[in-house]
T-cell receptor, first 115, second 112 residues
Framework: AQSVTQPDIHITVSEGASLELRCNYSYGATPYLFWYVQSPGQGLQLLLKYFSGDTLVQGIKGFEAEFKRSQSSFNLRKPSVHWSDAAEYFCAVDPYNTNAGKSTFGDGTTLTVKP | ETGVTQSPTHLIKTRGQQVTLRCSSQSGHNTVSWYQQALGQGPQFIFQYYREEENGRGNFPPRFSGLQFPNYSSELNVNALELDDSALYLC???????????FGPGTRLTVT
């Protein structure tokens, strides 16, 4: 069975600073990997996804993530954080070659942005 | 194009009661997945429906059941509610074999 670990429960960064959120996964085959953002009282919004190919993927809102198979990691990055990025971020993995939507999620990282 | 909608927004029930939550898929999507998100945790996969049939289930007891209708909308039913069932219930729709799900805003269930 797959699992996802987000080692950082809470991260605080200053506005304009760079950001990296860590995600480690455990899965026996080629993973399908995702990052979602959740603002208070709202559902999840997909930031980016990785299926295959280029290990550096670009997403919405200026986010990117890098897949590193050797480290079983899929870390999310942003070069310059904006106050509106404050939210909870979830990493998720889907089983290979099945319908989307049987995702295993990490427990999330809460991002606080200081002015 | 309307997104995924869920009803009700909030619900308070008493332990032992039964509850039904509803989800309308995004237009054209034939797959619906349900997740339970307890406070401070990530969403946990409950089950998925594809063309009105259950298509995978997570580690949830049989008192969690569901339906999908011909228009691809869906219901989640929970019987014999327990205090630990208090959570945000998320519904997500997708097109089969398209690896992108679209989430609704969720239903906040409180069991007292």
């Amino acid at each position: 069975a797959q699992s996802v670990t987000q080692p950082d429960i809470h991260i605080t960064v200053s506005e304009g600073a760079s950001l990296e959120l860590r995600c480690n996964y455990s899965y026996g085959a080629t993973p399908y990997l995702f990052w979602y953002v959740q603002s208070p009282g709202q559902g999840l919004q997909l930031l980016l996804k990785y299926f295959s190919g280029d290990t550096l993927v670009q997403g919405i809102k200026g986010f990117e993530a890098e897949f590193k198979r050797s480290q079983s990691s899929f870390n999310l990055r942003k070069p310059s954080v904006h106050w509106s990025d404050a939210a909870e971020y979830f990493c998720a993995v889907d089983p290979y070659n099945t319908n989307a939507g049987k995702s295993t999620f990490g427990d999330g990282t809460t991002l606080t942005v200081k002015p | 194009e309307t997104g995924v909608t869920q009803s009700p927004t909030h619900l308070i029930k008493t332990r032992g009661q039964q509850v039904t939550l509803r989800c309308s898929s995004q237009s054209g999507h034939n797959t619906v997945s349900w997740y339970q998100q307890a406070l401070g945790q990530g969403p946990q996969f409950i089950f998925q429906y594809y063309r009105e049939e259950e298509n995978g289930r997570g580690n949830f007891p049989p008192r969690f059941s569901g339906l999908q209708f011909p228009n691809y909308s869906s219901e989640l039913n929970v019987n014999a509610l327990e205090l630990d069932d208090s959570a945000l219930y998320l519904c997500a729709s997708s097109l089969a074999m398209d690896y992108e799900q679209y989430f609704g805003p969720g239903t906040r269930l409180t069991v007292t």
